[in-house]
Structure formats: C-alpha cells, structure tokens
C-alpha cells in the first residue's frame, strides 16, 4: 500500500462482488471503518467462501486490476475502494460453482399428511383456526355454488346455439367482433364450456384447432373460443367491405 493520504467524506462504500463459484455480481454497500478481516466475515454470507479460504482483489471501476487486500487488520477504507470498484473473491476451498445454489444436494425435510395435519403449528392449523380460504366451509360453499350456476348458464347458452348462425361477440376490454358460430360445447384445451366463432376478419387467435386438435375450419387468425355468456345470436350480415367496387 502507498503512503499517501487519502480524504474520505462517505463513510460506506458500494462495491461489486465477483467469484468464481458465482455467475453473476452482487452489488453490496458496506462501511469503510471496518477491518479486512470483518469485510471477509460478511462476504461468507454473500459468496459462500469461508473467511479462512478468500483472497481478495481490487479492481477499478474499469475492471482494471489494482491490488490485493490482504491486510487483514488494515481498514477497508485504507485501500483505495471507490464506489462501483469490483472485488473479486478468490476461494481457495476446492468448492465448485454451484455448488451453494444446487438444491439437488440439500437434504429435505418431508413429513406424511396425516402427520402434518396433526400438528397444531403449522400454516394449515392457522388457517382453520382463522377459518380462511377453503377452510371456510360457509365461503367455500358459496363459490362452489356460484360455480356450477355459471357453469349451468353456460351449458345452457351453449346449447341453444345452433352451428351456423350469425353472432357478436362482446369480451370485456375487446372491440365488439361480429362472426358465424362453428362450434359450441366442452373442449380438451379448458374446463366448461365454449363456442367456436369465425369472425368475418382476422381478429382470432387460431384456425380452429387448438393444441393439435380440429375443432372447426376457418382460415389463420380467423377462429376464436370465446366463453358463451360472450355471444349473441341475432341477425349481424357481414360487413360490405367494398371488394367488388373499383
């Protein structure tokens, strides 16, 4: 180190943190009083090199190599650290990269769930005591009740479609879209029921077939499921673009 005076007026300083068992830096602030031997003390935490086993070197804001801080009870703010320096810390363990982040390694606690049901500390147990969300059997009821009346509408809209008739589709936040009902029942792509339109522009999402399967034809960008509450049967002609106009 130089025998030069240096004048310091913030009394941390932002680094960045590099090591070979990491694929990526870390940005941490720390206070220039404290010793070399403190400073590795709280990178073991960050990089997850014992103490014991770092070497650290400095470099510039433009990873220019500057020195090794190897004075352990030299102060950090006797080295020249400025804020954005890097830090690199060298692990002399004989760890691996990755070794810290590979979950695969780390030993799990399982437990039956008849076990855990018994237990009178767990967040299960919480949420009975407090009587929330499917352990609220009044609230649960109540949405599997409005559940199946919605499901109920649906089929029913759905089944009073007839293939090949005119419609509009209304989807809130969706401009209103006016096409031919292709299709209406239950589908392997969502639960409940749906009606295949074919707009009469390319407002869709598909062809008609969805993950592989056929359900209608129809032009690319043409076909859309929509959920039936959406659509209503009615005289809608299609639009007279002007086509055959010169």
Known sequence: ????????????????LTSPLQEFEVNRRFNR???????????EMVV???ASCMELELYSIGDQFLQKLDDNEALLGSYPVDDDCRIHVIDSSGAQKGEFSDLSKVEKFEIS???YEKRTDSVRSFLKKQRV?????????????ELAAREAEDKAAADAMAIGSRCQVQVSGQPTKVGTVMYAGTTDFKPGYWVGVKYD????????????KKYFECENNYGAFVKP??????????????????
Do not use: H, Q, W
Request: proline fraction near 5%; charged fraction near 30%; include cysteine.
């Open 1 to 16: 180190m130089d025998g030069g005076v240096r004048v310091i007026t913030n009394p941390t300083v932002a680094v960045r």
């Open 33 to 43: 009083g404290i010793s070399i031997a403190e400073f590795k003390g709280k990178l």
């Open 48 to 50: 997850g090199t014992p």
């Open 113 to 115: 769930d008849d076990a």
């Open 133 to 145: 969300g499917r352990f609220n059997e009044e609230e649960t009821a109540k949405k599997e009740a």
């Open 201 to 212: 522009e390319p407002l869709g999402k598909n062809n008609g077939s969805v993950n592989g």
């Open 229 to 246: 509450l959406c659509v209503t049967v009615g005289d809608f002609p299609e639009e007279d673009y002007g086509l055959d106009e010169m």
